[in-house]
T-cell receptor, first 113, second 112 residues
Framework: DAKTTQPTSMDCAEGRAANLPCNHS???????VYWYRQIHSQGPQYIIH???NNETNEMASLIITEDRKSSTLILPHATLRDTAVYYC??????????????FGTGTRLTVIP | DSGVTQTPKHLITATGQRVTLRCSPR?????VYWYQQSLDQGLQFLIQ???????AKGNILERFSAQQFPDLHSELNLSSLELGDSALYFC???????????FGEGSWLTVV
């Protein structure tokens, strides 16, 4: 899987948009960008994923650059409950059919009251 | 609620012992994944099964083994336990292809 680079930590004021960047300069054409978050020691929670186009769901928006070498996860109105570690993962389906996720160290987002 | 169920939620056992962690995937999901997260460590991929067959293997120790049964539930067996095996063990599941992977809430294992 392509490597990703994320800032170690970020702060965001409650109610403001949280923009979490991710670099994946070695991404291949068939690799998806996935975002998960882990709140304390709970199970990782799926947020959103995309291939080329920008995506939006009820939780967040994902902006992927045209060259696909970087992306930004946007939480439009951060709340205290969004404090978590956010993981950006590049995922593809291998020849064996395996398609597991490889987690990096992620970005620790702290939402400040 | 992701739909992935793991039991037990917490487990305390002594060194040298053997434990079994159980996972029920989301309804209809054929793939099951196991991950380990030690204290202050990242999530480490252990192994993946697809419809009963091993599909991928990660950093899984020889003392650990897993299987997926015909009803698609999976078990992770940890033997000759050491203090360093204390960790959160997550199970996840997904459907076919590059389908989204959903995680359970984990099983806390403490080896004393």
């Amino acid at each position: 899987d392509a490597k990703t680079t994320q800032p170690t930590s970020m702060d965001c004021a409650e109610g403001r948009a949280a923009n979490l960047p991710c670099n994946h300069s070695t991404i291949s054409g068939n690799e998806y960008v996935y975002w998960y978050r882990q709140i304390h020691s709970q199970g990782p929670q799926y947020i959103i994923h995309g291939l080329k186009n920008n995506e939006t769901n009820e939780m967040a928006s994902l902006i992927i650059t045209e060259d696909r070498k970087s992306s930004t996860l946007i939480l439009p109105h951060a709340t205290l409950r969004d404090t978590a570690v956010y993981y950006c993962i590049v995922r593809h389906r291998m020849k064996t059919g395996a398609n597991n996720l490889f987690f990096g160290t992620g970005t620790r987002l702290t939402v400040i009251p | 609620d992701s739909g992935v169920t793991q039991t037990p939620k917490h487990l305390i056992t002594a060194t040298g012992q053997r434990v079994t962690l159980r996972c029920s995937p989301r309804s209809g999901d054929l793939s099951v994944y196991w991950y380990q997260q030690s204290l202050d460590q990242g999530l480490q991929f252990l192994i993946q099964y697809y419809n009963g067959e091993e599909r991928a293997k990660g950093n899984i120790l020889e003392r650990f083994s897993a299987q997926q049964f015909p009803d698609l539930h999976s078990e992770l067996n940890l033997s000759s336990l050491e203090l360093g095996d204390s960790a959160l063990y997550f199970c996840a599941s997904s459907g076919v292809g590059v389908d989204t992977i959903y995680f359970g809430e984990g099983s806390w294992l403490t080896v004393v």
